[in-house]
């Protein structure tokens, strides 16, 4: 399954429902659900500007969103005028691409992963899953309890 890395607190703010837009400076054809990924990185400064100041989960997947839709951004005063749904303080030059997001969804368990640039493919160990169908639907809540009860 496809995944995306999304620096905290955007990516709470994702899986959360709240941000429907992630801005991007680059596009993509992809459409879909994919899987969020939050690297180690968290942006003090967003956390503190956004008045966030819960504890945010790093270094895992944290949940999923599906991507139905890409914006192009030519002026900023149109990305200024979406910032109520990308929450974005960036000053962006040039091309800028708005990932629309829908359907959005956490994990109870976040599944600790070392995350990557754009898009990257999260190959989940099969031969500990025990439904094939379970890929496409993240991992059962069962499993992941009993993955991490062990760990």
Known sequence: MKCLSVS???ADLIISGKKII???NWNTNFRG???IHAP???RINDCSRLKIKKKLVTGAIVGKVELYDVKKYDLIKEIKKD???HFSSKKFNGKTFGFMLKNSKSLRIP???KGQLGFFNVDLPKSKIK???IVSEIIDEE???QWIGRH
Do not use: G, V
Request: proline letters at 8%; aromatic letters at 24%.
């Open 83 to 85: 910032q109520k749904f």
């Open 8 to 10: 905290q607190p955007f």
């Open 40 to 42: 180690i990185k968290i």
């Open 131 to 133: 439904n094939r169908e």
């Open 33 to 35: 659900e994919f899987l």
């Open 111 to 113: 599944i600790p992963w």
């Open 143 to 145: 499993y992941r309890y």
């Open 22 to 24: 992630e801005l991007r």
